[in-house]
């Protein structure tokens, strides 16, 4: 076979589930070795759909929607998609294998142990993700045409750190895209009501700077170890994200500098024309404070952290001897090991909330 001839390789991917990383109402993530010819291995994350989930075709269509989605989307900052199939009624996407902890066990460690973030540290992480969104946004398809990517979900379980100390974003199961998704703008809220923007709240269009409020909550809750709007009732929590008065950062932490408090105040702008235009104006103001008249964090300044204060031994359930070869007993619903699986869990499509659900009236049949 000359290969100049090659027109299609017809292939058979072979995936061995190695261990249960999350498991959410929908969907699971595993570590899994893909194997390959003479012997090549590589350790990927292989996230499905659960049997039951997969004769829903709306769940189906968000599924397949994020793999092609983000099948173009190669940046340092986003957790990688390699590939969209199917396996008997299950469908599953191969994506990038990603060896850290995300953002919200980065938080609640930080909480739970009493200490605050270096202020320093909580912007880099912000100022990358600022870098991931401003390449997703700007993100133009093979004609050209800008895709108008918007993520929806931005929220720390959806912000990974790397080993590396290497910050992605991941998890663009409910974002919009004007060629490849539908608009369901108006009807339905997507994405965890307790980081949506006021106009997703308000069941609005949502553009880019959507994202940014978004991330605004995500940095106060990063610097401070508070959330402006959660409540336990999500309602209520719907309501304060349209009209609670937000706080400055540095009411809660004073150390906080006046630059750094600026930043997160413009990102929570209700009014989207004075909020932070693009996630470049933001990564800019944000790496202009932490470089502009020293030497600030980098990768390597994360990586020590993360080595030192939460990857210094083996994470829970994982043993370092583990033979990729080899699988082992994943675990069962109802074990301890199943309560750290909730906490690590990726919420696959967020939260639904119809709007006749939000106004109490019967939805539409």
């Known amino acids: 076979m000359n290969p100049k001839n090659i027109k299609t390789i017809n292939e058979t991917k072979r995936y061995e589930m190695v261990r249960l990383l999350a498991e959410g109402g929908m969907g699971q993530v595993y570590e899994a070795t893909q194997f390959g010819a003479e012997g ?3 350790t990927v994350a292989v996230k499905t759909i659960l049997e039951s989930y997969s004769t829903n075709p709306e769940f189906v269509r968000l599924f397949i929607g994020e793999a092609k989605l983000v099948a173009d989307l190669v940046h340092e900052n986003i957790v990688q998609v390699y590939h969209l199939d199917k396996f008997g009624p299950i469908y599953y996407i191969a994506m990038e294998y990603v060896d850290g902890i995300n953002l919200e066990q980065f938080v609640q460690t930080h909480i739970a142990r009493g200490t605050e973030l270096p202020v320093e540290l909580g912007a880099f992480i912000i100022s ?4 991931g969104l401003e390449y997703a946004h700007n993100k133009r398809g093979r004609d050209g045409v800008n895709l108008g990517i918007v993520h929806r979900d931005v929220s720390p379980k959806n912000v990974m750190l790397t080993s590396e100390g ?3 974003l991941t998890d663009f199961g409910i ?3 004007r060629q490849l998704m539908e608009q369901e703008e108006g009807e339905v809220l997507m994405g965890k009501v307790e980081y949506m923007s006021p106009e997703q709240a308000q069941y609005l269009e949502t553009d880019s700077r959507s994202d940014l409020f978004s991330l605004g909550i995500v940095m106060f809750e990063l610097l401070t170890g508070h959330h402006i709007f959660e409540t336990d009732d999500l309602y209520e929590t719907l309501n304060n994200v349209k009209r609670k008065h937000i706080p400055r950062p540095r ?5 906080i500098p006046e630059d ?3 930043i997160v105040m413009k990102a929570l702008e209700r009014d989207v024309k004075r909020r932070f235009q693009s996630a470049g104006e933001m990564g800019h103001d944000l790496e202009y404070y932490m470089y502009h008249d020293r030497y600030g964090p980098t990768n390597v300044t994360l990586s020590n952290y993360l080595k030192k204060h939460f990857l210094g031994k083996p994470a829970e359930g994982h043993d370092p001897s583990h033979a990729t070869s080899e699988t082992e007993t994943l675990p069962k619903k109802g074990t301890d090991t199943a309560k750290l699986l909730a906490h690590r869990a990726d919420t696959l499509f967020g939260e639904e909330l119809s709007k006749s659900q939000v106004e109490g009236r019967p939805p539409k049949k």
């Open 260 to 262: 750094l408090d600026k």
């Open 175 to 177: 974002a919009k895209a």
């Open 251 to 255: 009411e809660f932490r004073p150390d």
């Open 40 to 42: 090549f291995e590589k």
């Open 128 to 131: 990358r993700v600022c870098r």
């Open 166 to 168: 290497v910050v992605k």
